[in-house]
Antibody, heavy 119, light 107 residues
Framework: QLQQSGPGLLKPSQTLSLTCVISGDSVSNKLRTWNWIRQSPSRGLEWLGRTFQRARWTTDYAESVKSRLVINRDTDKNQFSLHLNSVTPEDTAVYYC???????????WGPGILVTVSS | DIQMTQSPSSLSASVGDRVTITCRASQDISNRLAWYQQKPGKVPQLLIYGASTLQSGVPSRFSGNGFGTDFILTISSLQPEDVATYYCQKYNSVPLTFGGGTKVEIK
């Protein structure tokens, strides 16, 4: 199960920080990847990035947000987080965290958080 | 990046009808294709992965097939609870791109 937390309203130029707490699994599980996805009417479902552990920790980012996005993990708290800086109204969307199991699709999603960027 | 194109963007069918949705990848993605169902106001739910493997708990009226660039999601007998938007997604490599969605309604 994935539980999300974070603010619902930001002003332009601020940094969006969201956390996804994992229960019933481990962020260090080497058969999983941990993903962030957002959804808006204009952009549809958009994959933002992921973090996962194999021989070492790896993080991948979508090119569209690569210069502004950092995804971290905290193994002690069993969670991962998204930090998107310099937000604009274009970043207004529902943000989801989601788990991928060993090349089997995104089988578990967080409830989603509506993030609105407005002055 | 590989693009995922779904068609149609919407459809209306009667209860009991057979419904097919297509998804085309701009390059070969092998069988690394998933289908999701998203009901209004809800979180996307995984229906099928590996192009044709039904996720646990998904009704058997849903099926998927395809390989390479062309994929199909079929609902063999449309039910009222199947009203939703359906998305394909490739996961052979990053970025994990989604299709634009197909909205399914009851006629």
């Amino acid at each position: 199960q994935l539980q999300q937390s974070g603010p619902g309203l930001l002003k332009p130029s601020q940094t969006l920080s969201l956390t996804c707490v994992i229960s019933g699994d481990s962020v260090s599980n080497k058969l999983r990847t941990w993903n962030w996805i957002r959804q808006s009417p204009s952009r549809g479902l958009e994959w933002l990035g992921r973090t996962f552990q194999r021989a070492r920790w790896t993080t991948d980012y979508a090119e569209s947000v690569k210069s502004r996005l950092v995804i971290n993990r905290d193994t002690d708290k069993n969670q991962f987080s998204l930090h998107l800086n310099s937000v604009t109204p274009e970043d207004t969307a529902v943000y989801y965290c989601a788990r991928e199991v060993d090349w089997s699709g995104l089988d578990s999603w967080g409830p989603g958080i509506l993030v609105t960027v407005s002055s | 990046d590989i693009q995922m194109t779904q068609s149609p963007s919407s459809l209306s069918a009667s209860v009991g009808d057979r419904v097919t949705i297509t998804c085309r990848a701009s390059q070969d993605i092998s069988n690394r294709l998933a289908w999701y169902q998203q009901k209004p106001g809800k979180v996307p739910q995984l229906l099928i992965y590996g192009a044709s493997t039904l996720q646990s708990g998904v009704p058997s009226r849903f099926s998927g097939n395809g390989f390479g660039t062309d994929f199909i999601l079929t609902i063999s007998s449309l039910q009222p609870e199947d009203v939703a938007t359906y998305y394909c997604q490739k996961y052979n490599s990053v970025p994990l791109t989604f299709g634009g969605g197909t909205k399914v309604e009851i006629k």
